[in-house]
Nanobody, 123 residues
Framework: VQLQASGGGLVQAGGSLRLSCAAS????????FGWFRQAPGKEREFVAA????????YYADSVKGRFTVSRDNAKNTVYLQMNSLKPEDTAIYYC?????????????????WGKGTLVTVSS
């Protein structure tokens, strides 16, 4: 699976952004997807995930209630809607895919990874 994340940018605190992750190359509906992020000087961390059936989602405590992950199998795209953004959400955001996975919170445990998209939240 080839993954391409997009939608990052500069936004003020309290604002919203929607990230997209377009997938190609394999049967999209067979894959679980995860979003991860890496802030400057920090380790990469898990943000959100959706299982391969699209029936369940899982979030890091730091984004629960503010971020929503969704998928559109017809468009082979996964989304991360980010609301009420905070300066501490500033990071490079990555999407990743796992064949018939569930809630893999380990970036290195995924099967495929895309290049990141930068999100900057100003105070």
């Amino acid at each position: 699976v080839q993954l391409q994340a997009s939608g990052g940018g500069l936004v003020q605190a309290g604002g919203s952004l929607r990230l997209s992750c377009a997938a190609s190359g394999r049967t999209f509906s067979n894959y679980a997807f995860g979003w991860f992020r890496q802030a400057p000087g920090k380790e990469r961390e898990f943000v959100a995930a959706m299982n391969w059936r699209g029936s369940s989602t899982y979030y890091a405590d730091s984004v629960k209630g503010r971020f929503t992950v969704s998928r559109d199998n017809a468009k082979n795209t996964v989304y991360l809607q980010m609301n009420s953004l905070k300066p501490e959400d500033t990071a490079i955001y990555y999407c990743a895919a796992e064949y018939r996975g569930y809630y893999n919170t380990k970036f290195d445990g995924m099967d495929f990874w895309g290049k990141g998209t930068l999100v900057t939240v100003s105070s």
